[in-house]
């Protein structure tokens, strides 16, 4: 399986692109969290001048963030600088919104962004809608600013079927945040394929079959360490709080959760001095999203959320997971380091060599 890693947009990020680019790993990927994290944009431009192999991706952006217009030419300014290399995930805005206090879109509106974005930065024209007024556009200078002849790579952020079915149609990749059930992934790809019957996309086509990528963190555990140790916890907290932050946020998902899930939801919203009605409760929930958590914020990390959003275990532990991944399709492991990134990156390339 390859590797590669995903990181938010910070001062120094080329810097970690070219150590992941030594190390052997497939891609390097940005964040798109407005508010939160830096622009993707302005930062894989930095990398894209900073490397010469490393496949770098965004992901993911969304329709309810950016025009299809202003997405396709940041995406096709990039592929100028990083020709052939550059990889475009899609998705409703399920966190990126959230953190502004309002829903994701919708399947339709991810489809239509997808294929638009596909269209102009192929060159092609596409229709672009403001309401009831539909235009035709496309490109209007095609030059050395913007390369729409590369190739660009487009993955579809994916859960369940309706969005895997959206990559399916487009004939796109997917893309999945700390989904480590082999299963959920067989499920995944039955969606995408059946839905990718009858079109220019079909599976049955010689052509090269899309990706599928996971991401995850990674803790290797040292000798006699256990699996719920503080390092631990340190280095695959962020996942969990990150869905613990959506329970919260979110009143029906946390009422499927498990009872010890629902009190750690419980504390979080008590620790934050908010609740789960609170009109505000977006600004007290995401600010340090997807960064390292306060030790204070450590016992909630439950090792039952753990097991299912990150790969904690021995080395011989590790490698049977990521096996029955790559069994069941994925073809590479992003993992998002915050405790020690180059380290942590090292180590996904030694254990994947």
């Known amino acids: 399986m390859r590797a590669g890693v995903v990181v938010a947009a910070q001062p120094g990020v080329e810097d970690l692109a070219v150590r992941a680019e030594e190390l052997g790993l497939h891609s390097f990927w940005v964040n798109d969290t407005p ?40 995406f096709a300014s990039l592929n100028a600088l990083a020709p052939g290399r550059i990889s475009c995930g899609v998705g409703t805005g399920n966190t990126a919104r959230r953190t502004l206090g309002m829903p994701p879109t919708t399947t339709a509106a991810l489809e239509n962004f997808t294929a638009a ?17 539909v235009r035709g556009i496309r490109f209007l200078h095609a030059g050395a600013q913007v390369n729409t002849t590369d190739p660009i790579e487009f993955v579809v952020a994916a859960l369940g079927p309706q969005a895997a079915a959206v990559a399916g149609r487009r004939g796109s990749g997917l893309i999945s945040f700390g989904l480590l059930d082999p299963t959920a992934w067989h499920a995944l790809h039955d969606a995408r394929r059946q839905s990718a019957h009858g079109t220019l996309h079909d599976p049955d086509s010689p052509d090269s079959p899309p990706n599928s990528y996971v991401v995850t963190a990674l803790h290797l555990l040292r000798d006699h360490e256990d699996a719920d140790s503080d390092a631990a916890r340190d280095t695959t907290g962020h996942l969990v709080l990150s869905l613990l932050d959506f329970a919260a946020d979110t009143p029906a998902f946390a009422a499927q959760l498990g009872p010890d899930a629902r009190e750690a ?25 997807l960064g390292r958590i306060a030790p204070q914020d450590r016992d909630l990390v439950l090792p039952s959320l753990m097991n299912s959003l990150a790969l904690v275990g021995t080395r011989d532990d590790l490698r049977t997971r990521i096996t029955a991944l790559e069994q069941a399709g994925v073809d590479e492991l992003l993992i998002q380091p915050v405790i020690d990134p180059p380290s942590e990156m090292a180590q996904l390339a030694e254990l994947l060599a």
């Open 35 to 74: 508010m939160v994290h830096g622009d993707p944009f302005v930062a894989l431009s930095l990398c894209a001048k900073a490397t010469r192999r490393i496949r770098l991706g965004v992901g993911v952006t969304s329709p309810a963030l950016r025009s299809a217009p202003a997405a396709a030419s940041a």
């Open 117 to 133: 974005l596909q269209d102009l930065c192929a060159g092609r024209p596409t229709e672009y809608r403001e309401g009831n007024r």
């Open 265 to 289: 939801v419980r504390q979080l919203l008590d620790r934050r001095g908010t609740t789960a009605t609170a009109p505000d409760r977006y600004t007290k929930l995401y600010p340090n999203y």
